[in-house]
């Protein structure tokens, strides 16, 4: 499947504020954000210009798929879900980009960023009920368990992250047992517990034209 593998400090720029792409270098002066607090590009340390009605949508848009590290087809897909579960379409659509197994992967701590939690659940690191997922796109639901596999365990790269992770606040949809090293999904994430930015009105107002 395609992904953008361009430098991802380029899209906190381009959204002006972060993303939080690389991990625990986001949290450091060397963020790019920090030192050059602009848009890319040759012009962009120009003066802003305003956005129109549909240019405030569209950067909405673009700052979600870049959240959870999307690309346009599938997040449309993830729209079309969305709009027809009962309820508000916005709320689904980040709950279903929240039920991304590379998604719980990082909320649970065991990867710095969206990107390496993609990476470990390419690599064959979890199973879903039992059984080896290697599909970052994986969508869990309510009685799902998420297991780290025993010989991954001893990985200094998740045993690092999860150090570094340990006062990250875990969902409450989410039931974590760190010493098994075993989560369940207990209920559909809500709203009030998904902590990102997001406008998400703004991204139904755009795709609703």
Known sequence: MARYTGAVCRLCRREGQKLFLKGDRCYTEKCSLDRRGYAPGMHGNARNKKLSEYGVQM??????????GVLESQFRDYFEKANKKTGMT?????????TRLDNVVYRL?????RAEARQLVRHGHFTVNG??????SFLVKTGDV????????????IKGSLEANASRVIPKWLDFDKNKATA???AEPARE?????IE??????????
Do not use: C, F, T
């Open 109 to 113: 701590g065991y990867a710095m960023s």
């Open 184 to 186: 369940k999904v207990i």
């Open 200 to 209: 998400e009105h703004l991204i139904v107002e755009l795709y609703s034209k």
């Open 193 to 197: 517990d998904i902590d990102l930015p």
């Open 131 to 136: 059984k080896k997922v290697n599909i970052p």
């Open 90 to 98: 916005g709320e689904n659509l980040l709950a279903i980009l929240e």
């Open 59 to 68: 950067r909405e848009k673009q700052k979600a798929k870049r959240y959870y």
């Open 146 to 157: 998420i297991d780290l596999k025993d010989d991954s365990r001893s990985l200094s790269k």
